[in-house]
């Protein structure tokens, strides 16, 4: 079965939301072909925990096994790692079809986050596709 490759680089700018010391960002990706009458998910996949940092490196790499890049749907969460409830930092989805994706790695920037009183928030992605 082909399988879709994504590489998390890193994250730019993440706002502080907490209110004693600073967020513990991870990153979660779901999914999803997204069809006319039911939707088909093929799971998600989560990064590690980055304690007290607004701009975390990753360099790791997720593996998702899919039949086609037709309607997929990539839904990339960034979150924050509380004690009682885990909060979201940003989100984008990414619509895989329309990339053009094969097995040379595609370098991707996706604004997760829109700050008002301070840049942006951005993820780097490199996304791969091998039949």
Request: charged content about 35%; hydrophobic content about 35%.
């Amino acid at each position: 079965m082909p399988i879709l490759t994504i590489h998390l680089d890193k994250i730019t700018n993440l706002a502080d939301e907490d209110h004693i010391g600073k967020s513990d960002p991870y990153v979660k990706f779901e999914l999803e072909q997204d069809n006319v009458f039911k939707d088909k998910d093929y799971g998600e996949m989560v990064s590690t925990k980055k304690k007290d940092e607004q701009n975390p490196v990753y360099g790791e790499d997720f593996h998702f096994n899919i039949p086609t890049l037709n309607n997929m749907e990539l839904t990339v969460k960034v979150m924050d790692d509380d004690i009682l409830k885990d909060e979201k930092l940003g989100k984008t989805k990414i619509k895989l079809e329309k990339l053009g994706l094969g097995p040379e790695p595609m370098e991707i920037k996706k604004k997760v986050d829109n700050n008002i009183f301070s840049a942006d928030a951005y993820i780097f992605l490199k996304l791969s596709y091998t039949e």
